[in-house]
C-alpha cells in the first residue's frame, strides 16, 4: 500500500494569535502542538520558534528549548526552518543548524513575500546546502517558483545535495505562484526523478485543495498554521491536530496509509538523533 507522509508547520513566524486563538507559542506550547499532530498522523514537525514577545527569532537556546521539549514528548521528525522570517540575515537563519535536527528547509531562490520579499542567492543556497551536508541534516527544497527548482539542480550538480531529495513545493505565497492543480503538475514534472516532494500550499482555499492535488500526484502533504488557519471558509481551525486529521483521512480515502515518522527516517535515510 501507498504511505503518504504528512507535515504539519505549527506556527510559522508570520502567524500570530490575532490569526487563530489557538497558536502554540511557547516549548510547551509546541511540544503539545507536536505531539498531537503526531497522534493525528503527522510524522515531520516543521519547527519556528519564537521569543518571550512572540516574535520570530532563529536563536540556538530558543529552538534547543522547543526541541528538547517535543523530543521528550514524541518521536516527531524535527525539521527546522532556515528560511526563519523576512529581513533576516543568512547567518541567523542557519543558527539551529547547530543542534543537528534531522532535516532543515533549503530556500532555493530569492522570492516575492506579500509586500516583503526573502532574498537566497545561489552562494547563500550553497553555505546553507554546506551547512545541512556537514551536519547530517537532510535538507527540504522549497521551491517557490520554476526557477527555483533548476536552481536546485545546480547544487545536486555541485554535489551539495545527495539523495533521496525531497521538496517543498511552496504555492499560493501573496504575489508568488498561485496554487492550483495544473501548475503544482508543472512544478512536479520538473523534479529531478525520484524526487519525493511534499506541497505546501498557503490560504485556506489552497490548502484544501493541495490535499487532493498531493494524492492525484503521487506526493505528499503539508498542513498547519503557518500556512492556514483556517478549518472551512471563515471557520478557524480548533488545532493543527484538526488539519492534519482531515488530510490523513483524505489520503486513507485515496488509498494510502500514514506514514510514521521510522518510515520516513528509513525513506529519507535520516540520521536519527
Ligand atoms: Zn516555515
Same mark, same amino acid.
Given at each position: 500500500m501507498r504511505k503518504m507522509v504528512l507535515t504539519c508547520a505549527i506556527s510559522g513566524a508570520e502567524t500570530t494569535r490575532e490569526h487563530n486563538p489557538n497558536l502554540p507559542i511557547t516549548a510547551s506550547e509546541l511540544a503539545d502542538a507536536a505531539t498531537e499532530a503526531r497522534d493525528a498522523g503527522a510524522s515531520i514537525l516543521h519547527l519556528h520558534v519564537r @521569543? #518571550?514577545?512572540g516574535n520570530p527569532t532563529q536563536d540556538v537556546e530558543v529552538f534547543r528549548e522547543a526541541i528538547e521539549a517535543i523530543r521528550a514528548k514524541t @518521536? $516527531? $521528525?524535527i525539521e527546522v526552518t532556515t528560511g526563519g522570517a523576512v529581513g533576516m540575515p543568512l547567518k541567523e537563519r542557519l543558527?539551529? =543548524?547547530? =543542534? #543537528? *535536527?534531522?532535516?532543515?528547509s533549503l530556500d532555493c531562490g530569492t522570492t516575492n513575500f +506579500?509586500? @516583503?520579499y526573502i532574498v537566497n542567492t545561489l552562494p547563500m543556497m550553497r553555505q546553507a546546502a554546506k551547512?545541512? #551536508? #556537514?551536519q547530517g $541534516?537532510? *535538507?527540504?527544497l522549497e521551491c517557490f517558483d520554476i526557477s527555483h527548482i533548476d536552481a536546485s539542480k545546480i547544487l545536486i550538480k555541485e554535489g551539495l545535495i545527495e539523495p533521496p531529495f525531497?521538496? +517543498?513545493l511552496v504555492l499560493g505565497v501573496p504575489a508568488g505562484v498561485n496554487y492550483d492543480a495544473d501548475t503544482l503538475a508543472f512544478f512536479v514534472n520538473r523534479l529531478p526523478t525520484d524526487s519525493y516532494w511534499t506541497v505546501i500550499a498557503i490560504g485556506g482555499k489552497a490548502s484544501l485543495y493541495a490535499n487532493y492535488g498531493a494524492i492525484a500526484l503521487n506526493g505528499y502533504i503539508r498542513q498547519g498554521f503557518e500556512d492556514n488557519v483556517y478549518y472551512s471558509? +471563515?471557520?478557524l481551525a480548533t488545532s493543527n491536530a484538526q488539519l492534519i486529521e482531515r488530510s490523513a483521512n483524505i489520503a486513507r480515502d485515496g488509498g494510502f496509509e500514514i506514514a510514521t515518522p521510522d518510515e520516513v527516517r528509513k525513506l529519507f535515510k535520516l540520521k536519527k538523533p
Open positions: @521569543d #518571550k514577545a @518521536d $516527531i $521528525i543558527q539551529p =543548524l547547530q =543542534l #543537528k *535536527p534531522e532535516m532543515a +506579500g509586500n @516583503d551547512e545541512m #551536508k #556537514k $541534516i537532510r *535538507p527540504t525531497h521538496y +517543498g471558509k +471563515g471557520v
